[in-house]
């Protein structure tokens, strides 16, 4: 079975690497760190026997959140530990006062869209050529919390 927790400097690598598996445009090693540095972002990970399998990573400014990544590596999916995160997610949300979460998701990962559906994610509209590598466009989904 796995954990989820808040990510340390130490798993930085790990994450770089894992987006390099998981993305065609995965981010640098220098881009996650960045990211971590930051006092408004967040990331959690899910490990399994002390392996990183995924990680989250949301931006948050005042009452609302951006989920920018959620990845779980191909051979440990569709077991909970996206779920996991996400609800590590809400209650970082809850002690932090962020009551809307929002996220893009490529129009084609039908996958991702259902999965963010079943945890109460509702379609907002479509971002045109919001991704390249290759290009397609965005649906932008957003779910409210504390209801």
Not at 8 to 29: M, N, R, T, V
Not at 72 to 90: F, I, T, Y
Not at 119 to 135: T, V, W
Request: proline fraction near 1%.
């Amino acid at each position: 079975m796995f954990t989820v927790r808040q990510i340390e400097e130490s798993d930085i690598e790990k994450i770089a690497a894992l987006e390099q598996q998981i993305f065609p445009d995965g981010w640098s090693h220098e881009a996650v760190r960045d990211t971590y540095r930051q006092d408004n972002s967040v990331l959690f990970g899910a490990f399994d026997s002390g392996k990183l399998i995924g990680y989250l990573i949301v931006y948050y400014v005042l009452d609302e959140g951006e989920i920018a990544r959620i990845a779980v590596e191909k051979g440990s999916r569709r077991q909970g530990a996206a779920g996991h995160m996400l609800l590590k997610l809400e209650n970082f949300c809850e002690e932090k006062g962020i009551t809307k979460l929002m996220l893009e998701v490529r129009e084609s990962n039908e996958a991702a869209a259902a999965f963010y559906k079943d945890y109460g994610f509702e379609e907002d509209g479509i971002r045109k050529g919001y991704y390249a590598d290759p290009a397609e466009d965005a649906v932008l989904m957003s779910r409210r919390l504390g209801r």
